[in-house]
């Protein structure tokens, strides 16, 4: 991979980091929880609608292209006629405002006096109403970095889109149990020139959120894009980068892919290849293909449909160039013409896929091509293979000049594929059914006095207050178990059991059981059967485990039906008694020798059922006794 220097090429980057809050539906007051049971379903068709400005957002109109139809469907106890687009939306979440202030505030930001809702066109099919409700909440706050502080315009809350159940030809089905969570949207300047730089804000923001204890975790919750651009090439978004560790590998996958889409106009423009040069004319060449060993286009023929082509000029063995590792701008025509063919062919792959080289050689000879010359075919019904082949001829319209500005889907191996233009501003306009929300002093001073720690301040405080070691700290918190971990303690627990238990036991033990199952009231029964000395803390492995598979029990219960309830000090001393009578020429021959033996067997009988310190003194004693 070439290597880059990102302030040569001048780099800029912004963030859009959105992520769940763990409260109430936005503009309802449905729980934000996510089921399979699905009661009813409706259907709906969506159209772009004009902003206030009077435009029609290109992206929207993108959408509206496919020609799709929209099946939601519902559960009785998550959903409700707000999200079915049946009733005008209620006040937002009270709670959700607040949480959104905290974040602000922990961002350096500066919250507004007045909550404006708008309405941004979405007609996906996400949105049932074909729009998201979107606010302001918070202006101008700044994160710090080694690099340079990097600005926070704009912090505002929003409702989350349906999920996405299935994908058919027309028909897309969303469940709408997702929709109208709330959303908090953070979006920064494009003051980042670095890859690493991107990954300190994300993971800093990241940290802010997860402070409020408010947010929701897992697959899903949270959504990070990227905004990408470098000298004389375009702003690129990249949608859905949800690891921390990939943010730098994306940026540098998307800044290669500019350079190389740079010099692949460079090489046309020596070339000399001018705009009116690539024309609208499809060459049906399906006689050729009559007897054609692929399998694709053999397929496409019987069905009724033609093989087309189309002439561009002069891009012989640049549809081929490799932009990204493993993709070509081959590749992004056919990211283009997806909308109606599965996948295209070109003169710069070919011979393959069962297409020969007599073929290839009669459709270079139809298309009279010249010796920089190429080719694209579609096999399908003529007019959508007419419908992709101009989406291709437009990516190669694109290709003198450059990059094209557009959104791009972040895919898993850290490159990036076209998903639509980059929507522009004609997609918002005033929410008429929500009034302003005041956001009195009063309350923002409710909220600034009242901040929760940062995550690195809360792990730097529990390892000087608790003397835990440093890593042991950083876990709780990472994990956000440390109010848990705090709670636990306050019951006379020593910290360092509470936090092995929290961090090494129940790690342990996901590979054994299904820990998920194991719910706080759980660890806190057990915690409180150990501070009464009920329990010891060796037991604490069986009850989980126990719990694990049936959480409908208490831990008492599992500890009274497994005989884990601890023994009393004279029940030890006797059990104790019995080992050490049954080794009695060890323990004679050996003295404090005999010692590893006698704990051994003493801890198989009572691990659970007695304190190891207090077996480790009886046993220390009764050897004690006999050697002297």
């Known amino acids: 991979m070439m290597k880059l220097d990102y302030q040569e090429l001048g780099l800029k980057v912004g963030l859009e980091i959105h992520r769940q809050l763990d409260t109430k539906k936005l503009f309802s007051r449905v729980p934000s929880e996510l089921v399979d049971d699905v009661d009813f379903t409706f259907q709906r068709r969506l159209r772009p609608t004009m902003s206030e400005l009077g435009e029609i957002d290109q992206a929207a109109l993108e959408e509206f292209k496919k020609g799709r139809t929209f099946v939601y469907e519902g559960n009785f106890k998550l959903s409700d006629l707000v999200y079915m687009d049946e ?104 003051d980042i ?78 070339r000399g290849v001018k705009e009116e040069e690539l ?38 063995g640049l549809i081929g160039f490799e932009i990204q590792p493993g993709r070509r701008l081959g590749t992004e025509m056919a990211d283009r013409a997806k909308k109606y063919v599965k996948g295209i062919f070109h003169i710069d792959e070919l011979p393959n896929y069962g297409i020969s080289q007599e073929e290839v050689d009669a459709v270079s000879e139809k298309l009279n091509l010249g010796e920089e010359d190429a080719f694209v075919l579609v096999a399908a019904k003529e007019e959508t293979a007419k419908k992709a082949l101009r989406e291709v001829l437009q990516r190669a319209e694109e290709a003198l000049y450059g990059v094209p500005e557009e959104t791009r889907r972040a895919l898993p191996d850290g490159n990036t594929q076209y998903m639509r233009p980059l929507p522009g501003k004609a997609r918002m306009y005033p929410e008429t059914d929500i009034p302003p929300i005041l956001l009195t002093q009063e309350l923002k001073e409710k909220i600034l006095t009242n901040l929760p720690e940062l ?40 910290p360092s059991i509470v936090a092995s238990t929290l961090v090494g036991l129940l790690k342990g033990l996901k590979s054994e059981v299904p820990v998920e199952n194991i719910t706080e009231n759980h660890i806190r029964e057990a915690f409180k059967l150990l501070a009464q000395n009920k329990i010891a803390k060796e037991a604490f492995e069986e009850i989980f485990k126990e719990l694990a598979l049936h959480p409908e029990k208490s831990a008492l219960q599992v500890a009274e039906e497994k005989g ?65």
């Open 87 to 190: 009733e005008p939306p209620h006040l937002p979440d009270r709670e959700a405002l607040e949480v959104a202030l905290q974040i602000a505030y922990l961002l350096n930001a500066i919250p507004v006096d007045e909550v404006h809702f708008m309405r941004k066109i979405v007609i996906d099919g996400s949105n049932v109403s074909g729009f998201q409700r979107t606010a302001i909440i918070a202006m101008n706050g700044k994160v710090r970095t080694p690099w340079g502080d990097v600005g926070i315009p704009t912090i505002c809350l929003e409702e989350d889109a349906a999920r996405i159940v299935e994908r058919k030809d027309k028909k897309v089905i969303y469940r709408i149990d997702r929709l109208g969570i709330p959303l908090i949207e953070i979006a920064t300047t494009p």
């Open 193 to 270: 020139h670095h890859p690493e730089q991107a990954k300190v804000v994300a993971k800093f923001i990241g940290d802010a959120l997860r402070a409020t204890r408010k947010v929701k975790r897992g697959l899903g919750t949270i959504r990070q894009d990227l905004n990408v651009s470098i000298k004389g090439g375009a702003r690129i978004e990249i949608k859905g980068v949800q690891e921390l560790d990939m943010i730098p590998i994306i940026i540098e996958r998307e800044v290669i892919r500019q350079i190389n889409l740079l010099k692949i106009r460079d090489e046309l423009r020596k």
């Open 279 to 316: 024309r609208e004319e499809f060459y049906d060449v399906t006689d050729i293909f009559q007897n054609t060993s692929s399998k694709i286009i053999a397929g496409a023929i019987k069905k009724g449909g033609k093989v087309l082509a189309i002439k561009l000029p002069k891009f012989r």
């Open 455 to 494: 995550p690195q301040q809360r792990a730097e405080r529990i390892v000087k207050q608790y003397k835990l070691d440093k890593s042991l700290a950083q876990t709780l918190v990472d994990e956000e178990k440390d109010e848990l971990f705090e709670e636990l303690v306050k019951l006379g627990v020593k």
């Open 564 to 628: 884990l309830t601890l023994l009393s000090e004279e029940e030890v001393e006797k059990i104790i008694e019995e080992i050490v009578q049954q080794n009695i020429e060890v323990v004679k021959a050996k003295g404090m020798g005999a010692m590893g033996l006698i704990m051994g067997r003493a801890m198989a009988k009572l691990r659970g059922k007695a304190d190891g310190k207090l077996v480790n003194q009886i046993v220390r004693k009764k050897i004690q006794e006999l050697s002297s």
